[in-house]
């Protein structure tokens, strides 16, 4: 992830002010310039106490100024801060902070934050920590303490820069914890009120709009109606440009029948229910893809007036679509094309990726302090792709395997741990990509092998989406990452919380998890759908979503932020191991 020029700056003049108190000691290159970091490094290895850290963390900032974000964090992790004097340790914790927020590693920049809240220091520099405690309990899925955090900054400062970090929040939200947050005071009453006009409008953009005007007229003087969060300011421009008519490409034969039938019924019941609630919903016209040539779609959907298609779900079908220059109508695509760039500005992608999952995982073993993983996944082409997603984020994050196996999910299971175990250096973590009957069988086996206290990191293939204690019991402990339909107690505080209650009340009777799924991947298409115009003026929005809580990444492809759970007598769990940026906390305060 790229500095931000606020970032940028931050990080110069912290790096100025610790080249102040690095002092004479420092050497400097001929002519005067400044050190390299690799040399101040090299340097600090030959002094010690006090001057040796400071010479780190010199080098650190000169690192991030850099933009090498990832080996400045890793410098500041492993560096004795309490050597520094006081006003030095608080130049770590804010440089330490702001590298571990660009990062996504919320636990470091909480961890080194915590750490000199006892420090006198400026005013300045306390409501700037301040603020990164509250964006690093956001990044660690804790949305009640960092809007408490950042709310109660704003109270003392009146700071409307804080709006967006604050709503980024604020929407995340249940009605549970947006009663907690009442006992804020000050400004947490209007930010309470206006998370709850924006969700009673859903995604109908005019209502919401107008609701958010009302508002503000309610509520002149809130800091939030002298300057709304970005996503509800960019409203003016996104209304006018509300999709009132969709065309849906989906198969009703062939290969992908039964995965298009449950994506349709979602979509269905989708705005069949927000209809029901007196949201503008646009007219939905579905088409057979079945053998259809692509073209001949998108002029039947043109000459029928439609702004928007969703689908198709066929990859290459998505793939051919993304070397066009363009398409003939915005389209939201049901799957992820293969090629390494999306030529087609006004095409976007969306779906259920186990790739996706296994760069979550790695991210979130990272930052749980893993380093050596070892990766077992299934020896077939699936496997194959999630292995390299996995491994491909893991040296990203700046870290190498400690070994990996592509089992025979008909083999021995003992054989392939004991390859994982033993065929390489010594691994701290797992991470299994592995349907049920196998997972389960994984605890045992490393307990057999001496390895039961390993961590063990799974994606939600080794669920099968409904509690069954008595045969996941052996699971207790591994931790995997699900939608929140399919984990609604440890993804929401129970299913009354869920994103999109009143559609997972009708689609979850009676039916598989594996279909359930589909089905609250095409009530989040719809959503996705009806909000384009205004995720096109913010990208950086977000939307709590039934299969997570998305958000627009590179190439125009959608990505998922999942809540993770942790096996505990068999159910899913709210995690008790150290949270990092995907993981679920218990918010009881």
């Not at 004795?80 to 470091?108: C, E, F, Y």
């Not at 995720?535 to 939307?543: G, K, Y």
Request: glycine fraction near 8%; proline fraction near 6%.
């Amino acid at each position: 992830m790229r500095t931000s020029w606020r970032s940028a700056a931050a990080i110069a003049a912290i790096t100025l002010t610790l080249g102040g108190c690095a002092g004479s000691s420092i050497s400097r290159p001929f002519g005067g310039g400044e050190p390299s970091a690799q040399a101040l490094i090299t340097q600090a290895r030959q002094q010690q106490g006090a001057e040796a850290a400071t010479t780190r963390l010199q080098a650190a900032g000169i690192l991030a100024r850099q933009d090498r974000t990832a080996q400045a964090l890793d410098l500041l992790k492993n560096m004795n801060d309490t050597l520094l004097p006081a006003d030095g340790r608080v130049q770590w914790a804010l440089l330490t902070s702001q590298t571990a927020i660009t990062q996504h590693d919320g636990k470091s920049a909480l961890t080194a934050i915590e750490s000199v809240e006892s420090i006198p220091t400026s005013d300045s520099n306390r409501q700037t920590l301040a603020q990164r405690k509250g964006e690093a309990l956001g990044l660690l899925n804790q949305p009640l303490k960092a809007a408490i955090t950042l709310i109660t900054l704003q109270n003392e400062t009146d700071d409307t820069s804080l709006n967006d970090a604050i709503w980024r929040q604020v929407a995340r939200l249940d009605e549970t914890q947006l009663n907690t947050l009442s006992d804020t005071g000050g400004w947490s009453a209007g930010w309470i009120s206006l998370a709850q006009v924006a969700r009673d409008q859903g995604g109908d953009l005019q209502q919401l709009f107008d609701a958010v005007s009302r508002w503000q007229q309610s509520r002149p003087s809130h800091p939030a109606s002298r300057r709304l969060p970005s996503d509800l300011a960019a409203l003016g421009d996104a209304k006018g440009r509300q999709i009132s008519r969709i065309a849906v490409f989906l198969p009703e034969s062939g290969p992908l029948k039964t995965i298009a039938d449950s994506i349709r019924e979602g979509i269905r019941t989708r705005n069949s229910t927000a209809a029901s609630a007196g949201e503008q919903m646009p007219q939905i016209t579905f088409h057979d893809s079945s053998g259809q040539d692509i073209k001949r779609l998108y002029a039947q959907a043109m000459m029928e007036g439609a702004q928007l298609v969703i689908g198709p779900l066929d990859k290459d079908k998505v793939t051919s679509l993304e070397k066009m220059g363009n398409v003939p109508v915005t389209t939201l695509a049901l799957n992820y094309g293969t090629s390494d760039t999306n030529k087609a500005d006004n095409l976007y992608e969306y779906g259920l990726s186990a790739e996706d999952e296994a760069r979550e995982a790695a991210h979130r073993a990272w930052v749980d302090g893993h380093r050596n993983p070892a990766v077992m996944v299934p020896d077939n082409d699936w496997g194959q792709r999630v292995m390299e997603a996995f491994q491909q984020r893991w040296q990203q994050e700046g870290g190498q395997l400690a070994s990996s196996v592509s089992y025979d999910p008909k083999g021995s299971v003992a054989s392939a741990v004991s390859k994982a175990l033993r065929s390489g250096r010594t691994p701290d973590a797992l991470f299994l990509l592995a349907l049920p009957g196998y997972a389960r069988q994984i605890p045992p086996t490393l307990n057999y092998y001496y390895a039961n206290n390993l961590p063990v990191y799974g994606t939600s293939h080794l669920y099968q989406g409904t509690p069954q204690p008595h045969l996941d019991h052996d699971m207790n402990g591994v931790l995997f990452c699900d939608i929140p339909w399919q984990i609604p107690d440890p993804a929401a505080g129970g299913k009354e919380a869920l994103p999109f209650a009143d559609d997972y009340r009708q689609l979850a009777q009676g039916d598989s998890p594996s279909l359930l799924k589909l089905k609250a991947m095409g009530v989040d298409a719809l959503e996705l759908g009806r909000r384009l115009p205004l995720i096109q003026q913010v990208p950086a929005s977000e939307m709590r979503g039934a299969t997570g809580t998305l958000h627009l990444g590179p190439q125009h492809r959608f990505q998922r932020i999942l809540p993770w759970a942790q096996f505990k007598n068999g159910i899913p769990s709210l995690p008790t191991l150290t949270s990092s940026s995907s993981v679920n906390v218990d918010e009881s305060l």
